[in-house]
């Protein structure tokens, strides 16, 4: 069955530390998200990308970065970690060959920066 | 700046009764309407989807849609504890070809049994 995993789910990491979350789907979606979650801001957009070598900021990409070499993956990174960066971060992603706009996601990967 | 606006809860439900989530949305061209349903320590899950105005029932779930008055609801009938979740709506942008959504701050419902 097609999925999308994240990997590490759980990271721990210091001030400064340059940390990459891997996301990884079998969708074969063109269009894949990185968003961050934390009490009291819903879902935030960080960065996307609609196909191989395309990338776009969201509303809250300082301190972010992400490639798309392939279709299947999008990893994430954070340049040197902060405090501020601690939060759940969900990948996700959708099809363009549709006009719906539905996401599925991945399972989440919770970071906490020290 | 469009939005998405939801009652953030916690909206506390008897077992058994009707759960009622209610979403206004700004972008009066939106066309396409989603739910989500969110466990805690969990990754959204869609639930529904809804593009024309009136009802859509997917099992103990309706969506209902009034573009008019630029809402969209999920009821849930004979809610059970395993419904106690966070709702979230979320909207595509009329005239906006990036497939983003814009996402409400969510509902957190308790079914209390």
């Known amino acids: 069955d097609a999925e999308i995993t994240q990997s590490p789910r759980h990271k721990i990491t210091e001030t400064g530390r340059q940390v990459t979350l891997a996301c990884h789907q079998t969708?074969?979606?063109?269009?894949m998200f990185w968003y961050r979650q934390d009490l009291g801001h819903g879902l935030r957009l960080i960065h996307y990308s609609y196909g191989v070598q395309d990338t776009n900021k969201g509303e809250v990409s300082d301190g972010y970065s992400v490639s798309r070499s392939n279709t299947e993956d999008l990893p994430l990174t954070l340049e040197s970690a902060a405090s501020s960066q601690t939060s759940v971060y969900f990948c996700?992603?959708?099809?363009?060959?549709?006009?719906?706009?539905?996401?599925?996601f991945g399972p989440g990967t919770r970071l906490t920066v020290l | 700046q469009k939005e998405v606006e939801q009652n953030s809860g916690p909206l506390s439900v008897p077992e058994g009764a009707i759960a009622s989530l209610n979403c206004t949305y700004s972008?009066?061209?939106?066309?396409?309407f989603f739910w989500y349903r969110q466990y805690s320590g969990k990754s959204p899950e869609l639930i529904m989807s809804i593009y024309s105005n009136g009802d859509k029932e997917d099992g103990r779930f309706t969506a209902q849609l009034n573009k008019a008055s630029q809402y969209v609801s999920l009821l849930i009938r004979d809610s059970q504890p395993s419904d106690s979740a966070t709702y979230l709506c979320a909207v595509p942008p009329w005239r906006d070809s990036n497939y983003q959504l814009i996402w409400g701050a969510g509902t957190k419902l308790i079914i209390k049994p």
């Open positions: 969708w074969n979606h063109n269009n």
């Open positions: 996700a992603s959708s099809d363009r060959t549709g006009s719906y706009n539905e996401q599925f």
């Open positions: 972008d009066r061209g939106s066309q396409s």
